[in-house]
C-alpha cells in the first residue's frame, strides 16, 4: 500500500500506550485471539484496535493468514518503534519510583571485557561511593551486541568501540582509553617460557577467537594478514572468556586476548603468557550514547567519573567498612 506521507504529528498525538501494547504483544504472539487475552479485551475489541492503528498509520500493518498475523515491512518498522517506547517508558517509571523514594535511580550499563572492564569496576566503585543509591546494571558482551542493545534502548550507555562506520550516524562516542593484546596459552602449554618464538610456529597449533563479529576478531584476523599466518590446525569460537579460560587451562590451543584481562590470569597461574612478536595494539575504546539526546543525569555523573577514572584522577582502592 502506497499512500500520503504520514503527518508525525498527527500520529503521535494519536497514539496511545494502549496502542503500543498491542503492537507488542500482537507482534510477540502473531495472534489477535491471544493478543486479545492477554490485554484482558473481546477479539472483537482487539480487532477494533488493530483497525485504528493501521487507519492512524495509513497502512497495512498485518497480513491476516489463517494461522497467523504476519507483520508487513512496515508493520516491523511500527513494531520496533513499539517496543523502543514501551521500554523508555518502564525505565522512567522505575527510575521516578526511585527518586521518589530517596533513591539516584538507575543506569544500565554495557562494557566490553578487557581493559574496559578494569576501568568499568574502578568507576562503579567510585559511583558507589558518591551515589551509593544509584541502581547500575552492567551487561558484558561484544560491541556489536552492545551497539544493538543501545540502538534498543535496552542500555543507557556503553563502553566499547563502533563495529561498522555507518554506526556514527547514530551514536556518539567519546574516547577512554587504548588496549593491547597478548597471546596465551594454557598454563602448561608446550610454547609457555620459550623466548623468541617466530610467528610462523604458531599457525600449527589450534586457536580460539572471538566471532568474527567482534572488533577483536577482526583485529586477530588482521594481525594474521600482516604476519603471513593462517591457522592450520583448527579454530574454536567463543564469546565467553570464562569459557575460553577453562578450554585453553585442558588444550592446547592459543588464543590473542587483552592484555590487562589476561594478564590477571597469568600472575595467577590459570593461563600462560606465550612470548612471540606480533602487532598487538587495539583500536581505542570509549563512552558511546545515543546520538542527539541527553543522557539522564544519573548517566551523566556516571561518565563524568568514567572520564577521571581513565585519566588517572580516581584509582581503584579497596572499599574501608
Same mark, same amino acid.
Not at 523502543?84 to 566490553?112: C, M
Not at 562506520?165 to 620459550?194: C, D, K, M, N, W
Not at 558511546?288 to 544519573?298: F, K, M, Q
Given at each position: 500500500?502506497?499512500?500520503?506521507?504520514?503527518?508525525?504529528?498527527?500520529?503521535?498525538?494519536?497514539?496511545?500506550?494502549?496502542?503500543?501494547?498491542?503492537?507488542?504483544?500482537?507482534?510477540? /504472539?502473531?495472534?489477535?485471539?491471544?493478543?486479545?487475552?492477554?490485554?484482558?479485551?473481546?477479539?472483537? *475489541?482487539?480487532?477494533?484496535?488493530?483497525?485504528?492503528?493501521?487507519?492512524?498509520?495509513?497502512?497495512?500493518?498485518?497480513?491476516?493468514?489463517?494461522?497467523?498475523?504476519?507483520?508487513?515491512?512496515?508493520?516491523?518498522?511500527?513494531?520496533?518503534?513499539?517496543?523502543?517506547?514501551?521500554?523508555?517508558?518502564?525505565?522512567? $517509571?522505575?527510575?521516578?519510583?526511585?527518586?521518589?523514594?530517596?533513591?539516584?535511580?538507575?543506569?544500565?550499563?554495557?562494557?566490553?571485557?578487557?581493559?574496559?572492564?578494569?576501568?568499568? #569496576?574502578?568507576?562503579?566503585?567510585?559511583?558507589?561511593?558518591?551515589?551509593?543509591?544509584? $541502581?547500575?546494571?552492567?551487561?558484558?558482551?561484544?560491541?556489536?551486541?552492545?551497539?544493538?542493545?543501545?540502538?534498543?534502548?535496552?542500555?543507557?550507555?556503553?563502553?566499547?568501540?563502533?563495529?561498522?562506520?555507518?554506526?556514527?550516524?547514530?551514536?556518539?562516542?567519546?574516547?577512554?582509553?587504548?588496549? /593491547?593484546?597478548?597471546?596465551?596459552?594454557?598454563?602448561?602449554?608446550?610454547?609457555?617460557?620459550?623466548?623468541?618464538?617466530?610467528?610462523?610456529?604458531?599457525?600449527?597449533?589450534?586457536?580460539?577467537?572471538?566471532?568474527?563479529? /567482534?572488533?577483536?576478531? !577482526?583485529?586477530?584476523?588482521?594481525?594474521?594478514?600482516?604476519?603471513?599466518?593462517?591457522?592450520?590446525?583448527?579454530?574454536?569460537?567463543?564469546?565467553?572468556?570464562?569459557?575460553?579460560?577453562?578450554?585453553?587451562?585442558? #588444550?592446547?590451543?592459543?588464543?590473542?586476548?587483552?592484555?590487562?584481562?589476561?594478564?590477571?590470569? $597469568?600472575? !595467577?597461574?590459570?593461563?600462560?603468557?606465550?612470548?612471540?612478536?606480533?602487532?598487538?595494539?587495539?583500536?581505542?575504546?570509549?563512552?558511546?550514547?545515543?546520538?542527539?539526546? #541527553?543522557?539522564?543525569?544519573?548517566?551523566?555523573?556516571?561518565?563524568?567519573?568514567?572520564?577521571?577514572? *581513565?585519566?588517572?584522577? $580516581?584509582?581503584?582502592?579497596?572499599?574501608?567498612?
Amino acid at each position: 500500500m502506497q499512500g500520503k506521507p504520514l503527518s508525525i504529528a498527527t500520529a503521535c498525538s494519536r497514539l496511545r500506550s494502549r496502542h503500543l501494547q498491542f503492537l507488542d504483544i500482537l507482534g510477540r /504472539t502473531r495472534n489477535l485471539r491471544v493478543t486479545a487475552e492477554q490485554m484482558h479485551v473481546t477479539q472483537p *475489541a482487539a480487532t477494533k484496535i488493530l483497525l485504528d492503528l493501521e487507519e492512524i498509520f495509513d497502512a497495512r500493518l498485518f497480513e491476516r493468514l489463517p494461522r497467523e498475523m504476519r507483520p508487513t515491512e512496515l508493520g516491523l518498522f511500527a513494531l520496533g518503534y513499539a517496543a523502543t517506547a514501551l521500554a523508555g517508558q518502564s525505565r522512567f $517509571v522505575d527510575e521516578f519510583n526511585a527518586l521518589k523514594q530517596g533513591g539516584h535511580g538507575q543506569l544500565s550499563i554495557g562494557a566490553i571485557s578487557g581493559s574496559a572492564a578494569r576501568l568499568l #569496576t574502578t568507576a562503579i566503585a567510585e559511583t558507589q561511593r558518591r551515589r551509593p543509591l544509584l $541502581v547500575l546494571k552492567v551487561r558484558e558482551q561484544s560491541s556489536d551486541q552492545l551497539i544493538a542493545w543501545l540502538g534498543e534502548r535496552k542500555i543507557d550507555l556503553m563502553i566499547g568501540r563502533f563495529t561498522d562506520e555507518a554506526q556514527q550516524a547514530h551514536f556518539q562516542y567519546e574516547r577512554l582509553s587504548g588496549e /593491547t593484546l597478548q597471546v596465551v596459552g594454557g598454563p602448561h602449554h608446550p610454547l609457555r617460557g620459550i623466548q623468541g618464538l617466530e610467528a610462523g610456529r604458531l599457525a600449527h597449533w589450534p586457536w580460539l577467537l572471538y566471532p568474527e563479529s /567482534t572488533a577483536l576478531r !577482526k583485529v586477530s584476523d588482521d594481525i594474521f594478514r600482516a604476519i603471513g599466518m593462517t591457522p592450520t590446525s583448527g579454530v574454536m569460537e567463543t564469546q565467553s572468556f570464562l569459557f575460553a579460560l577453562e578450554s585453553l587451562r585442558i #588444550t592446547d590451543m592459543l588464543s590473542l586476548q587483552p592484555s590487562a584481562l589476561a594478564e590477571r590470569y $597469568v600472575a !595467577k597461574g590459570l593461563l600462560s603468557s606465550i612470548q612471540v612478536d606480533v602487532p598487538r595494539a587495539m583500536p581505542d575504546y570509549g563512552m558511546l550514547v545515543r546520538l542527539g539526546e #541527553t543522557p539522564t543525569p544519573a548517566a551523566q555523573a556516571f561518565m563524568a567519573v568514567l572520564r577521571d577514572v *581513565a585519566e588517572g584522577r $580516581v584509582e581503584a582502592t579497596p572499599r574501608q567498612r
